[in-house]
C-alpha cells in the first residue's frame, strides 16, 4: 500500500511539474542552439555564412515563442564566459544544469541542428527541469532542404508539437 502511495504521489509531483512547465511559467535558462556539421562539406569549406545565420534566426524564433508563451527567459550575461567556452550546452555532463543554477532558473533550454549532409538535417530541443534533472519537453525532426524555411519550419513544428499544444 504504501509503494502505491508513493508512486501516486510521483505521478502527481511530476504531472504538476509538467503542466506548470505547459502553461508557460517559470524562468528558463535558453543556452541557445549549436550547429554540429557531421557531413564532409564542413571538413572542407569550413562554417557557412547562410548556416550561421539560420542558426541565429532560429534561436530567435524559439526565443519569440517562449516570451509570447509567458516564460521569462533569463539574461546569460553572467554565465557569458563559461556558455563561450562550452563547445556544446546539450551534451556537456551537466554543464548546462550548472549555468542554469547559476541564473536561479527552473528550467533549462537546448537545442541542436545537425547537418548530415546538404539535404538532410536533423534538429531537437529540450527542455529540462532545473531541480529534478527530468526532461519535461523534447523533440527531434528530420528535415529535408538548407533553407531558412525549412530550418524555421522544422523548429515550429518541434515547438507545436511538443512544447506548445495548438
Known amino acids: 500500500m504504501k509503494r502505491l502511495l508513493s508512486a501516486a504521489c510521483l505521478m502527481l509531483l511530476a504531472s504538476s511539474l509538467s503542466a506548470a512547465a505547459a502553461e508557460g511559467t517559470g524562468k528558463v ?3 541557445g542552439l549549436v550547429f554540429l556539421d557531421t557531413s564532409t562539406e564542413g571538413d572542407y569549406n569550413g562554417i557557412r555564412e547562410d548556416e550561421a545565420q539560420r542558426l541565429e534566426l532560429l ?3 524559439v526565443r519569440k515563442r517562449f516570451l509570447a508563451e ?3 527567459l533569463l539574461d546569460l550575461g553572467p554565465i557569458a564566459e563559461e556558455l563561450e567556452n562550452t563547445v556544446n550546452p546539450a551534451d556537456c555532463y551537466g554543464c548546462d544544469f550548472r ?3 547559476k541564473l536561479g532558473a527552473e528550467y533549462v533550454l537546448v537545442g541542436v ?3 548530415v549532409s546538404n539535404l538532410i538535417l ?3 530541443l529540450v527542455m529540462k ?3 529534478t534533472k527530468d526532461v519535461t519537453h523534447a523533440r527531434s525532426v528530420d528535415i529535408r532542404s538548407n533553407t531558412d524555411d525549412s530550418w524555421l519550419r ?3 513544428y518541434i515547438m507545436k508539437t511538443a512544447f506548445f499544444k495548438e
Open 29 to 31: 535558462a535558453f543556452l
Open 59 to 61: 534561436e530567435e524564433e
Open 70 to 72: 509567458g516564460y521569462d
Open 99 to 101: 549555468m542554469a543554477e
Open 113 to 115: 541542428v545537425q547537418k
Open 122 to 124: 536533423s534538429m531537437n
Open 129 to 131: 527541469d532545473v531541480e
Open 154 to 156: 522544422g523548429m515550429r
